[in-house]
């Protein structure tokens, strides 16, 4: 008998489990970075004891030049010891390679998307049980609540609630494409009920990048599904701008015209202006990795009154500036490079695809464009679990898309 029918067992239960860990590695990143962690080390240690081929998604080898200008800036700053978070997060960089090896069935990917929504929707319920207290405690106190919340938001099970929203944002999408595009309807009940609590999370966040970057994702979905839908957006936002739940209007008009300093306007014009000055002086390089936040006051534009408007000036929130500031205009580049090119891949295959493998291709299509917007206004791939489940969804793109599926996997 032949020895692949005689002694299979082994094998499919290997690469079960390496499956079953990648996938609960990937699940974690939206409720415990350090399950997250732990379990993307078990995955990896299951892949390479196994008999699994690594495969090698096409946007390898923008991941290696980003991580070798990542080091290569590191060594060039002369403080290895001071960037030593950044190299050690390039470990999260494993989550695409271990879930696009391990995962070879769209069935995986559907049973990770379940994943995402439980733990998702469990952050979610958790963060409007916070935003309760704190508007209890705004009453309490006689406080103006939206001058007391933006500066203390809901997080979830995260510890920012800029981490946190990006999850909300992203799990959003995620559910938007599997609910518009797949053919499986099972559980879509319990998937669109997971959403409105997500949405009621995200709106409750306060967080104006992340609803941009949802918003952008959510035109894209709805574009390819049912175009007519647009039309109704408009009457939408301004239901909810008249309804004002979560007391989101005055967050949205603070766009235009913000309560003073609380709004982080004028803070975040002056990081960009920060970060160009950087940017002029070492545009090779740059500063090297946790060399920003450090050197900002010898960078503030001479035409810049101080004291700075008040903010967070550890990071440039935004990955465009931000990166290139830090590890040199190379090194952003390449993570153009692996934006832009995932972008195409998968938008080629949600076009060719009419199978169950086009809600991933779309989810994932969504889900780049809506970090790419938010970038522009907060360094959102710069938090580990926002990075580990943004590279689980690319890995889980490229395994739809692999021509290598057989029909019955797609």
């Known amino acids: 008998m032949d020895s692949r029918v005689r002694?299979?067992?082994p094998w499919y239960l290997a690469a079960y489990l390496a499956a079953c860990l990648a996938g609960a590695a990937a699940a974690?990143?939206?409720?415990?970075?350090?399950a997250f962690e732990v379990l993307l080390g078990l995955a990896l240690v299951s892949l390479l004891l196994t008999k699994h081929s690594w495969r090698w998604p096409p946007v390898t080898l923008p991941?290696?030049?980003?991580?070798?200008?990542?080091?290569?800036?590191?060594l060039a700053s002369g403080d290895v010891r001071a960037a030593l978070p950044q190299i050690k997060k390039l470990y999260l960089f494993a989550m695409l390679f271990v879930v696009y090896t391990a995962f070879r069935k769209i069935g995986h990917i559907r049973w990770l998307l379940y994943g995402?929504?439980?733990?998702?929707?469990?952050?979610?319920?958790?963060?409007?049980?916070q935003f309760l207290?704190?508007?209890q405690a705004a009453q309490a106190a006689r406080q103006d609540f939206y001058l007391a919340y933006v500066g203390a938001r809901i997080t979830g099970f995260m510890g920012h609630?800029?981490?946190?929203s990006g999850h909300m944002m992203i799990a959003l999408l995620l559910l938007g494409a599997f609910v518009f595009f797949a053919r499986d309807r099972r559980w879509t009940g319990w998937l669109l009920a997971a959403g409105v609590l997500i949405s009621a999370a995200l709106l409750a966040g306060f967080t104006r990048s992340m609803w941009l970057g949802a918003f952008g994702g959510g035109v894209y979905l709805i574009w390819n599904w049912r175009r007519p839908v647009l039309l109704a957006l408009p009457v939408l936002i301004g239901v909810l701008l008249l309804a004002n739940p979560f007391a989101i209007r005055e967050r949205v008009l603070s766009i235009a015209n913000p309560h003073g300093e609380v709004d982080s306007n004028q803070h975040r014009v002056v990081t960009r202006r920060i970060g160009y000055e950087m940017i002029k002086a070492h545009p090779w390089l740059g500063l090297g990795p946790e060399q920003v936040g450090p050197h900002v006051m010898q960078y503030v534009p001479s035409d810049v009154k101080l004291p700075l408007p008040e903010g967070y000036y550890g990071h440039l929130h935004n990955?465009?500036?931000?990166?290139?500031?830090?590890?040199?205009?190379?090194?952003m580049l390449a993570l153009l490079w692996l934006l832009a090119q995932a972008l195409f891949d998968f938008a080629r295959g949600a076009r060719r695809s009419s199978g169950e493998a086009r809600w991933v291709l779309h989810g994932a299509v969504a889900v780049i464009l809506a970090v790419a917007l938010s970038g522009f206004y907060e360094l959102n791939l710069g938090d580990s679990e926002v990075l580990g489940l943004f590279l689980a969804v690319l890995a889980c793109g490229y395994a739809a898309a692999d021509s290598?599926?057989?029909?019955q996997h797609r």
């Open 28 to 34: 974690a990143t939206v409720v415990s970075i350090a």
């Open 7 to 9: 002694e299979p067992a």
């Open 116 to 129: 995402w929504a439980a733990g998702a929707s469990l952050s979610a319920f958790w963060s409007m049980l």
């Open 133 to 135: 207290r704190k508007y």
């Open 63 to 74: 991941v290696c030049l980003w991580i070798t200008g990542t080091l290569v800036s590191a």
């Open 161 to 164: 609630w800029m981490t946190f």
């Open 319 to 331: 990955i465009y500036v931000h990166y290139a500031a830090e590890r040199g205009v190379p090194t």
């Open 404 to 407: 290598h599926l057989s029909p």
